[in-house]
């Protein structure tokens, strides 16, 4: 038999969630308002950055990215006709694909990480102490990181 979630894990759970959902939207928010692109374009500017010349595969970026993005695709096309990313044919893979940043591309990521890091302070920094963000921080890595394998009783 599984067990249930305590009344403190599920009130744990929902003001996770309400706070994660507070916290995106004054995000989004603020991009929107500065005129900027949503904030999953940011995620992969950054990834595909930080990849340099070489670039990333867009499995590769799926797996880096922090925000779950199911049609990776459609986004990649909206990025690259906006001119912030190029694609090229994989040489390992005829099928693959490379996606590499360009120069618009990296100016929008620094244009973004301006709006997004003071959304940030707004949403999370100022209502907690850096002590209080470490410990939430360590709290929140317990619960993403994998789950360690049951030992079966015997």
């Known amino acids: 038999m599984e067990k249930k979630p305590s009344d403190a894990a599920i009130r744990a759970w929902a003001r996770l969630t309400r706070a994660q959902q507070s916290a995106m939207a004054v ?3 603020r991009l929107k308002v500065a005129k900027l692109p949503p904030l999953a374009w940011y995620d992969v500017l ?3 950055e930080r990849a340099g010349p070489a670039g990333l595969r867009p499995f590769e970026l799926e797996k880096a ?4 993005q199911y049609n990776l695709s459609r986004l990649l096309s909206r990025i690259e006709e906006a001119g912030y990313i190029a694609r ?3 040489e390992e893979d005829g099928r693959g694909q490379i996606i590499t940043i360009t120069d618009a591309g990296k100016v929008a990521r620094r ?6 890091s003071t959304a940030i302070e707004a949403a999370v920094g ?3 102490s850096d002590e ?3 410990t939430l921080s360590e709290l929140l890595e317990r619960i993403a990181a994998p789950p360690r ?3 079966s009783s015997r």
Do not use: G, P
């Not at 990215?65 to 779950?68: E, N």
């Not at 244009?111 to 997004?116: A, N």
């Open 149 to 151: 394998k049951e030992r």
């Open 65 to 68: 990215m922090l925000l779950a």
């Open 88 to 90: 090229q044919h994989c």
């Open 46 to 48: 950054l990834e595909v």
């Open 27 to 29: 995000i989004e928010q």
């Open 126 to 128: 100022q209502h907690l």
């Open 132 to 134: 209080q963000a470490d």
């Open 111 to 116: 244009e973004i990480w301006t709006v997004y």
